[in-house]
Every structure is written in structure tokens, then in C-alpha cells.
């Protein structure tokens, strides 16, 4: 370890150096390159040594350990994602409730990149993602589709696009009335939405209101100081082809239309997540509340001596770099059982405990504690299209990924911005602005251009069924760029409404096998044709002024652009569909609420005692956008729920 005057001296350096990047003296290349090489020192001998437990006999028992007494719990949550770190956090308020939280990943506060806005994406295809591959789809293609899913405390909030946007009042409306309980509707649910929100008013954006937002919450939400050229552009060009301004998009006034986005970041522009939030050192330090990570559940325990299985515990292990499992251990629960695994584990965790379809479980020899067909069914997910245009004023973020001198140059220049003041491309997240409309407006689609027999699988009046989201870059296949040769933009066109539905199954009994997931992509010719309306709505706003001073219509041959789609048939571009259909990172509905679906309205597996679900898979339908806010405000209401009850 390094001597505390040596460390005095480098800290003494680059408080130095920022000093002078004070001043309008500019800072030389070899002076940025000093403060992001000692930063990078400080952070790591600065870093406190983490609360988080992997020594697993600190919290359990091995399973083999004959007479051991097992370690007891009133609450075991299993799995730290976007909606487990929020009840740890909540639950443990009560010194009198001992809350043990278990993680399949380790902490993102470790993962510089993970806190930088525009790197989202260089989290996929790493150790940091579960790296799913969807079933091959029998209406896109016959193709496997890649399914980024966080393996991190924070879950996909710790490597989303940031994007704070929770859907349509109306969408919150309709689970009131799937599931029979008022509570879930938009006057009642949103509450919680206020309760976890810190909104940063912005004077660039005087519309909001910020006494319709939370301003008391754990998680920052903003506008990012940077807005790149281009996402001015597309906001104006979309109001000039019949789209509303939206004042904004989380309240009642601004469901539909378009604006820039905010983003769960903080004052200083870096990614919030629910570990960030909830799981703070003060958190941490709770004498209550346990968090173990690294750790995956094989299984809920059952008590069924009485009729009605009864959640009594867990048993997890982990699983060593050379593919090595290790020890099972055993942890019991008092009071409840909260399984938080997302959209994609918790039904596989529910099955591998016997809790599924029958005729699925004895494939797999896994003794049924309970016939529920409904677990692993109702699976949807935003199907997108992504476009891609040249662009014409080289101001894309086409130089943070470097392939020059002169873009290495601008990348360290950004670097320094970034780090130093919280600003330039780095506090992006690419998507700058979005916009929401309907399938069936008239204005964008004209009676006499367009047939209005579409099915209406909105929520209601004022919920859009399409999004486009403008970036400020363009990839192929999630993460990799298009090349060195031009400046590109991209388009993501959003079905959010689709008629499709899926399902997820078990591969084998084994903890460590993926699931099987088929979220049955443009199964329906509604999903399919709205797409081909929101692709018909990005081409004219990439052609409308003043996009048109963004947009190169020169490229139109270019053979990985699309300029040339402007002249395909509905049918032709119906096979662009097919074919580029990927997911926008949402799947929900496997342990959905209602009345055939697998949770009550208070997130109580049907058929159990003393065991609940809580994060996207609880859904009954999707919300009309990005769905992390409603599963953080579904997690507080839980909370709500179970300290009402043990009270």
C-alpha cells in the first residue's frame, strides 16, 4: 500500500493541476493526461473497502453442515437488481427487521465505465452482462436476438441509456384494472414515482414544472448539460411535421410529443442507479441489513406440512472463474421470501423451485410444489428498427471512438470536460431526444395516404404506441460502430405497444443453464405494420427542416445507411422489419400480476404464503416507454406494503 505522505503529495498534484484548468490558460495534453492518470490512482486508494459480503458462512449455513443451526432472516431478497436494492434499502429502515439481499453480480461502484453516461453500451458483451440469446424468432427471420441483461447491484439501472421516462398515466390506469386494485392506478401509483425522485429544475427548460416532481428522492434525475446539434434539430423537425411539444413526458401534460430527455444522472453528470441510491455506505452500514453478492439462488425452500406451500428460505452458491460451482448454503426466512431476479430469473428461480407449469417441471424431474401455469408466460418486450442516416456537420459523437490522431485528440479533450466539469459528449447518453405519438394520428398519417384499420392497442387516448429516439452515433448490432469512413446518426423506431406475446421456459434443472426465452417478435401484423408507420415517420422527419441540415441525402447508395428507404412499398419495408427487429432492452410480464397471472395486487405468489415478486416481470402490460422508473415506484409501493403489514 502506498505511504500516506506519498499519497498527500499526488493528491497535493492534481489539486494543482485542476487549479490552473481553472484558468483560461488551456491545459496542455500532457497535463490532461497527468490528471486522468493520478485520478484514476487517487480513485483506487481513496475507494473504501466495501460492505458487501462474499465470505457466505457470515449470513448462512452450508447445506451439508448436519445440525448446524441455520442463519434466520425476516426478509431474504433475492437478487439485487433495479427493484431488490430499493426493499433492502426500505426494509432495513426498521432496525428491527433483519434484511439479507443476495446478488448474482458484484457491486457497479467498482466499474468506472459503468458511471460515464455515453459508455452504456461498452457494458454489453462483457463479464458485467448475462449475455442472453433469445430462441430463434419464427416471424424475424428464424434469427437468435441478443438480450443485454445487467449482472450488477442496480441491475439494468446500472447499464440502461439513463433514459427517465415512465410511460402513460393510462398505462398505470389499465393495471388498476387488470389487477382490481385502485392502488395501482396513475393518481394513486404515482406518489411513488414523487417519492423516489430528486428532480434538478434546469433553466434551458422552463416548461417543467417542478412541483409535479419529487424533489425529496433518492434518485437524481436531470437533463444532461450537453445536448449535441442534432437533437435540437430533430425536436423541431418532428413539431414541424405535426408532432407536439411535450412540456414533459412524466406527467399528465406531456404524455405524447417531443422533447430532449432526462436522465437518472447526478449534479456532477454521472449515472444514478439503484445501488447508488438506495445502497449507500450509510445504507451499508446498518447492522440490519446484509448484502451478499456474487452469489446465485438455486432455489426457494418450501414448508408444506400445513396444504399451502410457505416460503421458508434459500440456498444459493457461486461459481468460481474456471466454471467451478461451489458449496450450496442455506438461509431461512421469517417473515418473507422477495424474489427480485427481473423479467428473465425470476421465473426460472420460481420453476426451479417447483412453483410453475406442471407438465415443465416433471420434464425436468423438479418435484412440483405448485401447479402455476402462468409462470414464464405473458413474456413482451419493445420490439425497435434501428435507421441510419449520414450526417453532414461532423459534430456526431463519431470521435469517442477513436480511429486518428486528431479524434484521439478530441476524445482526451472530451475526457478532460467530462471530469473535470461534468459536461461535453461524456455526460450524454446518446439518445439525447425522443418523440411519442400514435400509430393513428392523422396528421402524421393522413386517411387518404394511410389505412386507418389498425388495431388500437393503446391504453388509452392520450398513450403513443411508437417512439423514435434520436443518437447522436450509429452501430450495427447493439455495440459495434459503423467505421472510420463518415459521420452517422441513428434513428431507433419503437413499437410500445406490441400485440406479440412470448413466453420463457427451462432449459434443464440446473441453476446455471440460461432459460429458454422466446418473446415471439411480430407474431401479429399489427406489430409489424405499426413499426412500418414509425419508420415511415423517421424518414420524414430526418428529411424535414431543419434536420435537412443534419441529414446527407447524397449517401443515399451507401449500402449500411438507409437513405434509400424512402422509396421502398409498406411490403419492403415490412422486410426491413423482419429482418433488423431487435430488442430495446425491456421484457416484462413473466410472473405478471391479474386475475390468471401469477402475483395479487400485492405481489403475493398466488397459491403460497410468506413469498412475492417484484421488478418488470410483475407487469401486466407494458408502459408506453422506458419501464426502470415504474419498477423503482413499484418496489417503494411494496415496501409501503410489507412495513403496513409487519407494523
Not at 392506478?185 to 428532480?199: G, T
Not at 403460497?608 to 415478486?613: D, I, K, S, W
Request: with cysteine; net charge neutral.
Amino acid at each position: 500500500m502506498i505511504h500516506t505522505d506519498v499519497f498527500a503529495k499526488l493528491l497535493g498534484v492534481l489539486e494543482a493541476i485542476q487549479a490552473r484548468s481553472a484558468t483560461p490558460t488551456r491545459l496542455s495534453l500532457g497535463a490532461a493526461a497527468s490528471v486522468v492518470a493520478l485520478t484514476i490512482v487517487l480513485r483506487y486508494l481513496t475507494a473504501k473497502q466495501p460492505k458487501l459480503i462474499t465470505d457466505y458462512a457470515k449470513v448462512a449455513r452450508k447445506v451439508n453442515d448436519n445440525g448446524a443451526e441455520v442463519d434466520e432472516w425476516d426478509f431474504i431478497i433475492v437478487g439485487g437488481g433495479t427493484a431488490g436494492c430499493v426493499l433492502a434499502s426500505r426494509l432495513s429502515e426498521d432496525p428491527n427487521l433483519r434484511v439479507l439481499l443476495i446478488e448474482a453480480g458484484g457491486s457497479s461502484k467498482d466499474i468506472g465505465i459503468s458511471k460515464i453516461p455515453v459508455a452504456f453500451a461498452k457494458l454489453m458483451r462483457t463479464q458485467w452482462d448475462y449475455n442472453f440469446y433469445t430462441e430463434p424468432q419464427q416471424h424475424a427471420g428464424n434469427k437468435k436476438k441478443y438480450w443485454p441483461r445487467a449482472k450488477l447491484l442496480g441491475g439494468c439501472s446500472a447499464m440502461n441509456a439513463m433514459m427517465a421516462q415512465y410511460g402513460a398515466p393510462s398505462d398505470f390506469d389499465e393495471w388498476a384494472l387488470i389487477s382490481g386494485d385502485q392502488s395501482w392506478s396513475w393518481n394513486n401509483f404515482s406518489k411513488y414515482i414523487r417519492k423516489f425522485e430528486k428532480y434538478t429544475p434546469d433553466s434551458r427548460f422552463p416548461h417543467v414544472d417542478p412541483l409535479l416532481r419529487g424533489a425529496n428522492g433518492p434518485v437524481e434525475i436531470k437533463y444532461s448539460p450537453h445536448i449535441w446539434p442534432g437533437a435540437q434539430a430533430f425536436v423541431e423537425a418532428s413539431i414541424n411535421v405535426g408532432i407536439p411539444f411535450s412540456p414533459d413526458f412524466c406527467t399528465t401534460k406531456g404524455t405524447k410529443g417531443t422533447n430532449k430527455a432526462m436522465m437518472y444522472i447526478d449534479s456532477k453528470s454521472t449515472r444514478v442507479t439503484t445501488e447508488s441510491a438506495y445502497l449507500t455506505d450509510d445504507v451499508l452500514a446498518r447492522p440490519n441489513l446484509k448484502v451478499v453478492t456474487h452469489a446465485r439462488v438455486s432455489k426457494v425452500l418450501f414448508d408444506i406440512s400445513d396444504g399451502t406451500p410457505r416460503a421458508t428460505g434459500v440456498e444459493f452458491a457461486s461459481k468460481s472463474h474456471m466454471d467451478k460451482v461451489g458449496p450450496e448454503f442455506r438461509a431461512r426466512a421469517t417473515k418473507e421470501v422477495i424474489v427480485c431476479g427481473g423479467t428473465i430469473h425470476s421465473p426460472q428461480i420460481l420453476m426451479l423451485s417447483g412453483i410453475g407449469p406442471a407438465a415443465q417441471l416433471s420434464r425436468h424431474n423438479i418435484p412440483i410444489v405448485l401447479d402455476a401455469p402462468s409462470v414464464g408466460a405473458n413474456l413482451m418486450d419493445h420490439p425497435s428498427v434501428n435507421l441510419r442516416f449520414r450526417e453532414k456537420t461532423g459534430t456526431t459523437f463519431h470521435h469517442l471512438t477513436p480511429h486518428s490522431l486528431n479524434s484521439t485528440r478530441l476524445l482526451i479533450r472530451d475526457l478532460l470536460r467530462y471530469k473535470l466539469w461534468g459536461t461535453g459528449p461524456l455526460a450524454s447518453n446518446v439518445g439525447e431526444s425522443v418523440a411519442f405519438f400514435r400509430s393513428d394520428d392523422q396528421a402524421l398519417f393522413p386517411p387518404a395516404e394511410y389505412n386507418n384499420n389498425l388495431e388500437d392497442a393503446n391504453s388509452g387516448p392520450d398513450a403513443p404506441d411508437i417512439e423514435i429516439i434520436m443518437c447522436a452515433g450509429a452501430v450495427r448490432a447493439h455495440t459495434i460502430p459503423l467505421g472510420p469512413k463518415f459521420q452517422a446518426y441513428q434513428m431507433i423506431v419503437i413499437l410500445l405497444r406490441p400485440t406479440s406475446k412470448g413466453s420463457l421456459f427451462l432449459k434443464s434443472a440446473d441453476p446455471w443453464d440460461d432459460p429458454l426465452m422466446d418473446p415471439s417478435y411480430l407474431e401479429t401484423k399489427h406489430d409489424v405494420d405499426v413499426l412500418v408507420r414509425g419508420i415511415r415517420a423517421a424518414i420524414k422527419i430526418a428529411h424535414t427542416a431543419p434536420m435537412t441540415s443534419v441529414t446527407d441525402v447524397d449517401a443515399i447508395h451507401h449500402p449500411e445507411l438507409d437513405h434509400h428507404i424512402s422509396s421502398l412499398s409498406d411490403a419492403e419495408l415490412a422486410d426491413i422489419v423482419r429482418d433488423r427487429v431487435e430488442t430495446l432492452y425491456h421484457p416484462v410480464g413473466t410472473c405478471s400480476m391479474g386475475a390468471g397471472g401469477v402475483v395479487d395486487s400485492e405481489l403475493r405468489v398466488k397459491g403460497t404464503q410468506g413469498l412475492r415478486v417484484c421488478d418488470a416481470s410483475v407487469f401486466p402490460k407494458l408502459v408506453s416507454g422506458h419501464p426502470t422508473g415504474a419498477v423503482i415506484a413499484t418496489a417503494e409501493k411494496l415496501a409501503d406494503i410489507i412495513k403496513a403489514h409487519y407494523a
